[in-house]
């Protein structure tokens, strides 16, 4: 397939994220990775056409939720119909022909730094915070020195020519990282099948409120798999909260569920239907 016919996805970073990693991996050869240096940047390529798809992390399993990305979900006009987890593998990468005995510096994301802290520790190496993991690749093949390193993705490795000299260095080996993929809001495939629901609400500013709302879930037999609140900037200690609910939109009991909860909720916005994504390494 040449490039011209492929559809064009939206991530932020430079080539070798993991957010391209994990492109790769869900839209396999039938993508054009385009890659933006911030995220409201993939929202809004793919609010103004300029992109058919983004995807954004929003979910690490050992950093948490990566609010920014949720934020901006929210705030935009787009629909999230899909889901993936990308295990995170962190690897040492340098400059080919340098060892590891000479590193003494290492640049990276702080959360890519934060969970390799006991590597770092281990072999007294200097933690130096950079933009994102792909964008510390390129910094150090500019600087061509002798004693800088990166962690970054195995993928960095292949399309900046580094010799990886440590690989899965990260703590927590079992380290996952959640993306949402999603599309323009009028431009929503057919074809998707809805197994769970990302959506928002605001409770009134009533007693018992929140407690209300929560229950119409239970009271319907949805199971919510998720519960985050985030502050709404405009109205200081006005909270959204944020929920994962398995289930179709189009079934009886969703769209049953749904209509209590607007008597009891101040605002509903879906997010977005997509099916169930496979967590790697999971025991549920």
């Known amino acids: 397939m040449n490039q011209q016919s492929k559809i064009r996805v939206a991530f932020q970073g430079s080539r070798g994220a993991y957010s391209e990693m994990a492109l790769i991996n869900f839209f396999d050869e039938k993508a054009c990775a385009v890659g933006f240096d911030l995220s409201e940047q993939v929202c809004e390529s793919v609010r103004d056409g300029e992109c058919q798809f983004g995807i954004l992390p929003v979910e690490n399993s050992i950093v948490g939720n ?4 949720v934020d901006l979900l929210f705030e935009h006009d787009v629909y999230i ?8 593998k962190h690897c040492l990468l340098a400059p080919q022909g340098i060892e590891l005995e000479a590193i003494k510096q290492v640049y990276s994301h702080p959360a890519a730094l934060a969970q390799c802290r006991d590597f ?7 933690a130096i915070p950079e933009f994102d993991t792909a964008g510390s690749c390129e910094k150090i093949l500019m600087e061509k020195t002798q004693d800088k390193a990166t962690i970054a993705s195995g ?29 323009r809001s009028d431009s929503v495939p057919d074809n998707i099948k809805a197994e769970k629901i990302t959506m928002a609400f605001g409770a009134k500013h009533a007693p018992g409120s929140l407690i209300r709302c929560l229950q119409t879930f239970s009271t319907h037999g949805v199971n919510m798999t998720k519960l985050e609140s985030r502050p709404v900037p405009e109205n200081p200690f006005v909270y959204t909260f944020f929920v994962d609910l398995e289930g179709s939109p189009d079934s009886s009991s969703m769209q049953a569920c749904m209509q209590d909860l607007k008597k009891e909720a101040r605002t509903i916005k879906i997010l977005g239907s997509y099916p169930i994504g496979k967590v790697p390494n999971s025991k549920a």
């Not at 990566?66 to 990305?69: G, M, Q, S």
């Not at 770092?120 to 200097?126: A, G, T």
């Not at 993928?155 to 380290?175: D, H, M, P, S, T």
């Open 120 to 126: 770092l520790n281990r072999y007294k190496l200097q």
């Open 155 to 183: 993928l960095c490795a292949e399309y900046y020519g580094l010799a990886i000299l440590k690989q899965n260095i990260q703590k927590v080996r079992n380290n996952v990282t959640r993306f949402f993929i999603f599309v």
């Open 66 to 69: 990566i609010d920014v990305n």
């Open 81 to 88: 119909i899909g889901e993936y987890y990308l295990p995170i």
